[in-house]
């Protein structure tokens, strides 16, 4: 059976790691091996990389280009250390991120130039790319909020990431909304501001179909 290869993005608070398990969950009942993975991170070398990129002491000089590069490196490890192999085995692997988070964020965010910015992505993954990607779509307000109630009830750990202004979180935010609007096949926006089953049941309504269609 052919691999599936599905990838959840959105800004930070679009509720990506409250649904990613309900997704999860649901394809186990129904008898799929479901590989889950993040970015940055996802392999031992990336894990490190995610330390160095989000909490490291020492990160706070790190340049807009040495952000795009080790969140790069870090996903050329994971596509060929677990990603493709995963998928010639016929899993489902279900991306906490993936490469529209580098278009969003250090190419809108940091304002790096685009060319640039897809061309360390093509060296990164190559061929592979998601077969759909899940657009949580939240307003700026309601991740600001989702934001500050888990840093009040979680203990504070600093994440260089989170330290960008708001202008930062609007231009990422701007920037997936273009990159859906350009890849409106592979892109899927669902709306994330509502109940968590309301979500969950917009994201099992795209999702069932194709793995119905694996099946057969
Ligand atoms: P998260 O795992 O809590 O979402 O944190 C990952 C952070 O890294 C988040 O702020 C988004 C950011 N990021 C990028 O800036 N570029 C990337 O390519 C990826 C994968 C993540």
């Known amino acids: 059976m052919k691999g599936l290869f599905i990838t959840f993005e959105g800004t930070e608070g679009s509720g990506k790691s409250t649904q990613v398990p309900l997704l999860v969950e649901r394809l186990q009942e129904w008898g799929h091996t479901v590989r889950v993975l ?9 894990e490190e990389i995610r330390h160095t ?9 790190m340049t807009a280009e040495a952000e795009l590069l080790l969140m790069n490196a870090s996903r050329a490890q994971l596509v060929r250390e677990l990603i493709r192999p995963a998928l010639s085995r016929g899993e489902i692997i279900i991306c906490d991120r993936f490469y529209d988070s580098t278009t ?25 790319i998601p077969d759909v990607t899940l657009l949580l779509r939240v307003p700026q307000q309601v991740s600001e909020e ?40 592979r892109i899927q926006i669902i709306n994330a501001s509502g109940a968590i089953a309301e979500i969950q049941s917009a994201i099992w309504r795209i999702i069932a179909p194709l793995v119905a269609t694996r099946q057969h």
Do not use: C, W
């Open 146 to 185: 989702r934001l500050r109630s888990r840093q009040a009830t979680l203990p504070f750990i600093r994440d260089r990431m989170e330290e960008a202004d708001r202008a930062f979180f609007e231009r990422v935010a701007k920037g997936y909304d273009e990159i859906a609007a350009a890849e409106p096949k």
């Open 104 to 128: 969003a964020y250090q190419g809108y965010g940091r304002g790096l130039n685009m060319e640039a910015v897809r061309s360390v992505i093509g060296f990164a993954v190559g061929n592979t």
């Open 38 to 46: 993040r970015e940055p991170g996802g392999t031992p070398i990336g």
């Open 53 to 61: 990129l989000k909490h490291s002491p020492a990160n706070s000089a």
